[in-house]
């Protein structure tokens, strides 16, 4: 069965850096989209960054030249590199996979940005 994991989340400065990963276990195919959602208190879900098998990427604007995701399909793991952190990047970051077309979420991880 595959299970999602997050690591990484915290507490951060504005202007600070974050580095959030997904480990994926489990998996007997090729994954084939990652990304990273996340959501505040009664908001909706949002997507914030994907990646696919080709490496090909794609983020919301609200993060784009500040937010990173990479993979590496060997050890299925994903990465989101997050800079210049705002107030309004606070918020539970989701890992969500797609294997061969069905979709797998992680618990979360929180992330504050505050000083």
């Known amino acids: 069965q595959v299970q999602l994991r997050e690591f990484g989340g915290g507490l951060v400065q504005p202007g600070g850096s974050l580095s959030l990963s997904c480990a994926a276990s489990?998996?007997?195919?090729?994954?084939?989209?990652m990304s990273w959602y996340r959501q505040t208190p009664g908001q909706l879900r949002e997507l914030v960054a994907v990646i696919n098998l080709d490496g090909s990427t794609n983020y919301a604007d609200s993060v784009k030249d500040r937010f990173t995701i990479s993979r590496d399909n060997v050890k299925n793991t994903m990465t989101l590199q997050m800079n210049s952190l705002k107030h309004e990047d606070s918020a539970y970051y989701y890992c969500k996979v797609l294997i061969t077309s069905k979709v797998y979420w992680g618990p979360g991880t929180e992330v504050t940005v505050s000083s």
């Open positions: 489990g998996v007997i195919s090729s994954i084939n989209t």
